[in-house]
């Protein structure tokens, strides 16, 4: 709770991920994938109920086992790819009402830490916003990106005052790193989205920014926590 606002927090896993099968309970440096962003939810202080919205028998039987209340198993029609991302969010609110304040946590983001997911709930709070979420700086900058049209012809993505000779003076551009979604409950509702024009939105470092995607993303996720691990 913060701010006398109660606090719900729901990671989303369905069992019928394509590009890294089994991907939400593949391990990931001695334990499953799932279980990175639980134990960080876990020391939130201000998420009041943490919980999963899942399909999946053994997803649900992992997230018990480290730690994460599943109040209720997610209908299939709502666990497809064609699926719009929003549905499980409103499913969960519905079947878990009473809170303030939502918070999403998607499980393929398990170098996030509990500074990020903290620090994106007091920006929102602080600030009296209706919602705010992580961000990332991006390496490559759409200042320096073209479209080819079918004659070869270079076409600049961003059209005004794009002659910057020098990377250091791009001005400075940030992406949706999917690592912590907040928004208040109402206007969730009213709104059905977290990113509006009134999001606000808050800075992770890239190397806690990593999205699992790909067999790739996990080998890398694996070398960057042993590398963490090495230092500390």
């Known amino acids: 709770m913060i701010k006398g606002k109660k606090i719900l927090a729901i990671i989303p896993a369905r069992g019928g991920s394509k590009g890294v099968l089994r991907k939400n309970i593949r391990e990931l440096a001695g334990k499953p994938l799932i279980a990175w962003s639980i134990e960080e939810a876990k020391k939130s202080k201000y998420i009041d109920r943490l919980i999963l919205s899942s399909d999946d028998a053994e997803i649900i039987s992992v997230a018990k086992t480290w730690g994460c209340e599943v109040p209720f198993v997610r209908p299939s029609e709502l666990a497809i790819d064609a699926t719009p991302g929003m549905e499980p ?3 969960a609110m519905e079947k878990v009402p009473g809170f303030d304040i939502i918070v999403l946590l998607q499980p393929t983001s398990p170098l ?3 500074e990020d997911i903290d620090g994106t709930i007091e920006r929102c709070l602080e600030n009296d916003s209706n919602a705010c979420v992580s961000l990332a700086e991006v390496e490559q900058s759409p200042f320096w990106m073209y479209t080819l049209a079918p004659n070869c012809e270079m076409k600049p993505i961003m ?3 794009n002659n910057f000779v020098r990377r250091q003076d791009l001005p400075k551009v940030y992406t949706l790193n999917g690592a912590v979604y907040v928004a208040k409950s109402e206007w969730l509702l009213e709104k059905k989205s977290f990113v509006t024009e009134e999001t606000l939105g808050y800075i ?3 190397d806690r920014s990593l999205d699992i995607d790909t ?4 080998k890398l996720a694996e070398l960057m926590i042993q590398k963490n691990y090495n230092k500390t």
Not at 215 to 218: A, I, M, S, T, V
């Open 215 to 218: 067999e790739f993303d996990l």
């Open 89 to 91: 969010v409103f499913h």
């Open 159 to 161: 059209e005004k005052d």
């Open 204 to 206: 992770m470092p890239q």
């Open 112 to 114: 996030r830490n509990v």
